[in-house]
């Protein structure tokens, strides 16, 4: 089956810094890769959608300029968490999708977890 | 390695009741998850468990059984809106999630 990698796997940072998660699709070009955040024992919440090429769609209540979003090639998508204060700590997870649809199949990287201190 | 297998898709009658198998190899465990997730919309936590034993909460129960690396979700009263695909992830030692390519659930009238 498609593989999806993230880097880092575990992240601890000051508060105010900025930390970047890859999302990497090892064996497949992703037309499209998503970025979710979940809290312990919560449902993923999706953040945002990006495309090959083009601008990140954020949801709603998702700041863009908080978490910057690069998805420079088929199979690279980052996630850049500038200034990250505790609140910022969650687990982030990426999928990346063959096709642009939202029914389209997606396949879940293994998550990164941000502890800001 | 790392290895998750569960079915790719079952078909259940609505009012009836399915059981979704997960056998997981894994780097150490730190608990399982499931998911349910709709098509075109985020997976939605359904349990999580990391002690033997049946965890029930409505009409969703969750059990392992982690010397022989299997869980499975029982459905009960099977609902049309029930349909939907399943994923089983559990958490290897590094708490990193490893996802099951996920079981899709067909539920007929």
């Known amino acids: 089956g498609a593989v999806v990698s993230q880097h880092p796997s575990r992240v601890i940072c000051k508060s105010g810094t900025s930390v970047k998660i890859e999302c990497r699709s090892l064996d497949f070009q992703a037309t499209t890769m998503f970025w979710y955040r979940q809290f312990p024992k919560q449902s993923l919440m999706l953040m945002a959608t990006?495309?090959?090429?083009?601008?990140?769609?954020?949801e709603q209540g998702v700041e863009k300029d908080k978490f910057l979003i690069n998805h420079a090639s088929l199979t690279l998508s980052t996630l850049t968490v500038t200034s990250a204060h505790p609140e910022d700590s969650s687990f982030y997870i990426c999928?990346?999708?063959?096709?642009?649809?939202?029914?389209?199949?997606?396949?879940f990287g293994p998550g990164t977890r941000l502890t800001v201190l | 390695g790392q290895n998750i297998d569960q079915p790719t898709e079952m078909t259940a009658t609505e009012g009836a009741i399915v059981q979704i198998n997960c056998t997981y190899q894994?780097?150490?465990?730190?608990?399982l998850f499931w998911y349910q997730q709709h098509a075109g919309e985020a997976p939605t936590f359904l349990s999580y468990n990391v002690l033997d034993g049946l965890e029930e909460k409505g009409r969703f129960s969750s059990f392992l059984s982690r010397s022989k690396g299997y869980s499975y979700l029982l459905l009960k009263e099977l609902q049309m809106k029930d349909s939907a695909s399943y994923l089983c992830a559990p958490m290897d030692s590094n708490y990193q999630l490893i996802w099951g390519a996920g079981t899709k659930l067909i539920i007929k009238p």
């Open positions: 990006s495309n090959e090429g083009s601008k990140a769609t954020y």
């Open positions: 894994t780097s150490g465990f730190n608990g």
């Open positions: 999928s990346a999708s063959l096709g642009t649809s939202d029914s389209d199949e997606q396949f």
